[in-house]
């Protein structure tokens, strides 16, 4: 009985490496990136659909809704708050792709795999108001990244403490 539930354990927390998986979660882009980001039409990357950068002087920050994952790149749809931009497309991770925590009070728990019984891989104590920068997804779990003083937390991210809006808390 107790390999079956093993099984099943290993089963729910699996990462698949080197292959297109789904996800369905959202980010923006960050708030501190100044550059420009070339939105792909595929992951051969040879045709660029645009440039994504935020519009600073009217505070439109864009958003992703993160759709796949393949490697070290993610298929979204970018979107921004006055609806001028509507797109989807293959873009790589970088640190400029980002969430908030809604663990508004207590300590965040940052899990081993993209489910609860996979155990916590670290914890950022008390509230933590700074980007946590995406570095993949499954489903609709995030596997984020956190530098915090001179100590960096990584781990997943459950969809319930995933707050993708740069403009006002998601409480």
Not at 24 to 51: E, H, R
Not at 67 to 84: A, E, G, P, T
Request: glycine fraction near 8%; proline fraction near 3%; aromatic fraction near 12%.
């Amino acid at each position: 009985m107790m390999k079956y539930l093993f099984l099943l354990l290993c089963l729910c927390c699996i990462q698949v490496h080197g292959q297109k998986h789904d996800c369905n979660a959202k980010a923006f882009l960050s708030i501190n990136y100044k550059g420009k980001i070339p939105l792909y039409a595929s992951l051969s990357c040879d045709t660029v659909l645009t440039y994504l950068e935020n519009d600073y002087e009217n505070e439109n920050i864009l958003h992703f809704h993160i759709k796949k994952q393949c490697d070290k790149m993610l298929y979204v749809h970018v979107s921004d708050l006055y609806n001028q931009l509507n797109a989807d497309g293959w873009l790589f991770l970088g640190d400029y792709v980002c969430v908030y925590s809604r663990a508004y009070q207590g300590s965040l728990k940052l899990y081993n795999a993209p489910c609860e019984s996979s155990g916590i891989n670290s914890v950022v104590e008390g509230y933590d108001p700074g980007m946590y920068i995406v570095v993949g997804c499954s489903g609709d779990w995030l596997k984020v990244k956190r530098i915090k003083g001179d100590k960096i937390y990584t781990g997943w991210l459950s969809p319930e403490m995933q707050c993708d809006n740069p403009y006002s808390t998601c409480s």
